[in-house]
């Protein structure tokens, strides 16, 4: 099986977006942190960092998606369905957490939320961050 030591967290470029570099670097120091509570196996320690990791994911979520209606992108409906499915998934996981303590779903989570995050921002936000960059810089 994999061990939490062996998830590789991709780092993540910045867009020169302020606000977006700055809620991806959080969210990416919050999954380091889970890996390294869940090889220790520190319950405690991973419920709280999976509870911070939905708070933050939806407040850069709400962030990115008010971005999106200001610049009028036109991917928004595609993109806030991406973001929805994640937060189900992570709301799920962190009430399962509430109850029982299963190991097998949050190393399945630790291994799939690191993937989709790395995806989502290299494919979904940077075609974002493109069109607000040139949003900005009055080139559209
Ligand atoms: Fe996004
Ligand atoms: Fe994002």
Redo the contacts with the bound molecule.
């Keep these: 099986m994999m061990t939490a030591e062996t998830i590789a967290i991709q780092a993540w470029e910045n867009f020169g977006i302020p606000e ?1 570099d700055a ?2 670097g959080r969210i990416e120091d919050l999954m380091r942190s889970l890996n390294g509570a869940a090889h220790a196996r520190n319950l405690k320690e991973v419920k709280q960092l999976l509870a911070d990791l939905l708070n933050q994911t939806r407040q ?1 979520f709400t962030n ?1 998606e008010l971005a999106m209606r200001k610049s009028r992108y036109p991917d928004i409906w595609a993109h806030s369905n991406q973001h929805q499915t994640l937060s189900l998934d992570l709301a799920q996981l962190n009430q399962k957490l509430g109850t029982t303590m299963d190991w097998v779903a949050l190393n399945r989570a630790i291994q799939f939320l690191p993937q989709w995050f790395s995806q ?2 290299l494919e979904a ?1 940077s075609k974002f961050a493109k069109w607000a960059l040139k949003d900005r810089s009055g080139n559209r």
């Design positions: 977006l809620d991806h850069h990115e989502h921002v936000d």
